[in-house]
């Protein structure tokens, strides 16, 4: 390929880039300058730097994926406390069959090779509906909520 062609497409690559940038800062920050589509290249990184630099001083590193864990926890932990209250208003015959459905899910299943076949499952020993395998903790009912329904059911 031809060295002028190159830098060609080079040149559009950033420009495209940096016309991206615009509109993403345009849109993240409404500032009216950005509306302006001939606004100089290094006018558009003071911009992004300006506002990456606002966003962590707002925002300390992490503090996104904290929030995410904890309340990925705290949602799967009032499943588990439904789900023990459920278990213990059901009749035995549905426990038995909702601790039998949950019975594959109790161990990580490890990775298998796409390549090789697999054969057939290895039997699982029987589940005892008896046994506690939520925990203990889980078999309290879950507190009665007061108040409007949880945004995460709705």
């Known amino acids: ?3 002028p062609l190159v830098e060609k497409r080079r040149r559009d690559r950033i420009n495209r880039s940096l016309e991206e940038l615009r509109l993403l800062l345009l849109e ?3 500032d009216q300058n ?27 590193p992490g503090q996104d994926a904290e929030a995410l864990a ?9 499943c588990l406390l439904r789900l ?12 038995s069959q909702l601790f039998s459905a949950l019975h594959g899910y109790r161990r990580p299943k490890p990775p298998r ?10 039997p699982r020993p029987p589940l005892d509906p008896a046994a506690p395998i939520l925990g203990p903790a889980l078999h309290q009912r879950p507190p009665v909520h007061q108040g409007p329904p949880s945004p995460r059911l709705a």
């Not at 730097?49 to 925002?59: D, I, N, Q």
């Not at 090779?113 to 290895?122: F, K, L, Q, R």
């Open 1 to 3: 390929m031809l060295k």
């Open 28 to 30: 993240r920050t409404r």
């Open 34 to 60: 950005l509306r302006n589509p001939k606004l100089e290249k290094a006018e558009i990184l003071e911009f992004a730097v300006g506002y990456l630099r606002e966003r962590s001083r707002v925002e300390p």
């Open 70 to 78: 904890s309340c990925y926890l705290s949602g799967f932990r009032e």
């Open 84 to 95: 023990a209250a459920f278990a213990h208003d059901a009749s035995p015959a549905a426990r």
């Open 113 to 122: 090779p796409e390549a090789v076949d697999p054969g057939p499952p290895a």
